[in-house]
């Protein structure tokens, strides 16, 4: 699976967007790109996932780049309670039974 | 069925002792997951089952580690001769082809 990069953290106002950003330059032509979020002492909850085209769900809208490379998750009104760390993944299709590679992700922090 | 369910939420247990975890995950998911976090960092995956057979581990599960899922629905995970190193949130997750994972909301081993 492809590697990501993502900031270690940002810092959003309650009630904006908040854009999240993550590379993945060696990212192939069949792998999907997921986000998952952990809030504190919970487990990972996933959120949205793309292969090429742009995404929406009611959590959350995923942008990626024509040319794969990167991609942005964006929470049109933030709220305190998506203070979480975010974790962009990138892994073969979703009939895969494989693993998910973690790294570290972005802990976003919703301020009031 | 509300989702992946993980007993107990905390172990607390001394070293070298034997412990094990259980998870029930989501009843008509065939896929279920190990994944160890330790603070700070992403999970990491440990093991995943489709229905009853093992089909990958990981090397961080040693050969004190074992788990089983002897019916295809329940599985455990056994650490024997428990070490600091193993302090740990283990996390559950369960899938079904063509669907996202589902995280229980982990297990958090203390080892003193």
């Known amino acids: 699976d492809a590697k990501t990069t993502q900031p270690p953290s940002m810092d959003c106002a309650e009630g904006r967007a908040a854009n999240l950003p993550c590379n993945h330059s060696?990212?192939?032509?069949?792998?999907?790109v997921y986000w998952y979020r952990q809030i504190h002492s919970q487990g990972p909850q996933y959120i949205i996932h793309?292969?090429?085209n742009n995404e929406t769900n009611e959590m959350a809208s995923l942008i990626i780049t024509e040319d794969r490379k990167s991609s942005t998750l964006i929470l049109p009104h933030a709220t305190l309670r998506d203070t979480a760390v975010y974790y962009c993944?990138?892994?073969?299709?979703?009939?895969?039974?494989?693993?998910?590679?973690f790294g570290e992700g972005t802990q976003l922090t919703v301020n009031p | 069925d509300t989702g992946v369910s993980q007993d107990p939420r905390h172990k607390i247990t001394k070293r070298g002792q034997n412990v094990t975890f259980r998870c029930d995950p989501i009843?008509?998911?065939?896929?279920l997951y190990w994944y160890r976090q330790t603070l700070g960092q992403g999970p990491e995956f440990l093991t995943y089952?489709?229905?009853?057979?093992?089909?990958?581990k990981s090397r961080l599960l040693s050969d004190r580690f074992s788990a089983e899922r002897p019916k295809g629905s329940f599985s455990t995970l056994e650490i024997q001769r428990t070490e600091q190193g193993d302090s740990a949130m283990y996390l559950c997750?369960?899938?079904?082809?063509?669907?996202?994972?589902?995280f229980g909301s982990g297990t958090r081993l203390t080892v003193v």
């Open positions: 997750a369960s899938s079904q082809i063509n669907y996202g994972y589902t």
């Open positions: 060696t990212i192939s032509g069949n792998e999907y």
């Open positions: 793309g292969l090429k």
């Open positions: 993944i990138v892994r073969f299709d979703i009939t895969s039974g494989s693993r998910l590679t």
């Open positions: 009843s008509e998911h065939n896929r």
């Open positions: 089952f489709q229905n009853e057979a093992q089909l990958e």
